[in-house]
Each structure stands twice: as C-alpha cells, then as structure tokens.
C-alpha cells in the first residue's frame, strides 16, 4: 500500500479507527494489538496490546489481544484493521456460532477468514503452544481446538469480508469512502 493500512483514510476516519467503532458498538472491551513503536490514530482510550515480540505474524497477535483480555471477556472477535465494511450484526452473527466450539470462523468458498472470527479464551493455551513450536498461523488453531466453520449460507452478507490489500483495492472502494463520511455504518 504504501503506506500503514490502519492509516489510510476512509471517510472521516482512518480504516483502524473505523474497525474499532464497529467494534466498540458489539463487544466490551475493545483491544488494539500493534507492533512494538507502531504509530495509531486517537482511538478513543481502547486497551493497546503490543506484540510481544515481532514478525510472529496474527497468531502471536492473537496471543498479546487475548492476554489483553484475560478477566475481562470469555470470548474475543478478531478483526485485520483493512475490514471497512464490517458490521455489528455480522460479528454478532460469528459471535453466535460460539456455542460449544472454541473457534467460529467463516469459510466462504473453502477460504477461511482467521481476522473475522471469534475466538474463546480458553484457546490461549493452544496459541501459546503453537508459537513454541514455531507456528505463524492463525488457521494451525483449527487443527488443534473445536472448531466451528461458519459458511456463507450462514453468514447472509459477505461485504464485511471484504478487505483491502493493494491500492487498486483501495482505490476501488472509493465511493464507499465518500458514502463512509456521509452515512456512518
């Protein structure tokens, strides 16, 4: 891109603080993990998680948001910060799929979406174990915690899916970045 995707502007907000609106209108609290001396936006005094060490990739991201979140919250929604078109419904409908699982993750076309599920917090344990044995993954949680593959019949709106990994992408979206400024989502 350029330049941090959670800084790119996205109506009147930057993509991260736009993921953590959304957020902060479905789940308490709301946890930013970022790498160590990464620059954020005002976010509105969220919890901030820093990477413990890094280019451990999302797992070990995971692991600093869900430490974050110990004795606070059972269960966790992880969202990537380029997700502009996420909803609340949407995390409430993955969040939902939690129910005797300890993963919900969508799979839409047999691709598995790691950064748009919901996670218990009883999977630390598993995460910790995968990072010692030298796993970068988020989708090694699959093969070693229930999991829940939520498909796209279930999931009614695939937009929230949606992110953004190259300027054409982003340059793609922009009439949802006017429409953003206008209309909050």
């Known amino acids: 891109m350029g330049r941090p995707k959670a800084l790119l502007p996205f109506g009147d907000e930057v993509l991260l603080q736009r993921v ?22 005002d976010l509105g005094g969220i919890l901030i998680a820093r990477d413990d060490r890094e280019f451990l990739g999302p797992l070990n991201g995971l692991a600093a948001g869900l430490a ?7 269960v966790a929604y992880a969202s990537a910060c ?3 078109f996420l909803t ?20 839409v076309g047999g691709l598995r979406h790691p950064l748009a599920a919901g996670y218990r917090l009883s999977v630390r344990p598993a995460v910790r174990a995968l990072l010692d044995r030298g796993s970068r993954r988020l989708l090694d949680l699959t093969d070693v915690c229930r999991t829940r593959l939520v498909a796209e019949s279930e999931l009614i709106d695939l937009e929230p899916l949606r992110n953004l990994n190259t300027p054409e992408e982003y340059a793609a979206c922009g009439a949802a970045r006017s429409n953003a400024a206008g209309g909050r989502s």
């Open 68 to 74: 974050a979140l110990d004795g606070r919250a059972d």
């Open 82 to 84: 380029d997700a502009p």
């Open 88 to 107: 609340g419904d949407f995390i409430r409908r993955v969040l939902g799929h939690l129910e005797g699982v300890d993963v919900a993750m969508p799979d």
């Open 20 to 41: 953590v609106r959304v957020l902060r209108g479905v789940v308490d609290p709301v946890v930013v993990v970022a790498a160590p001396g990464q620059e954020l936006p």
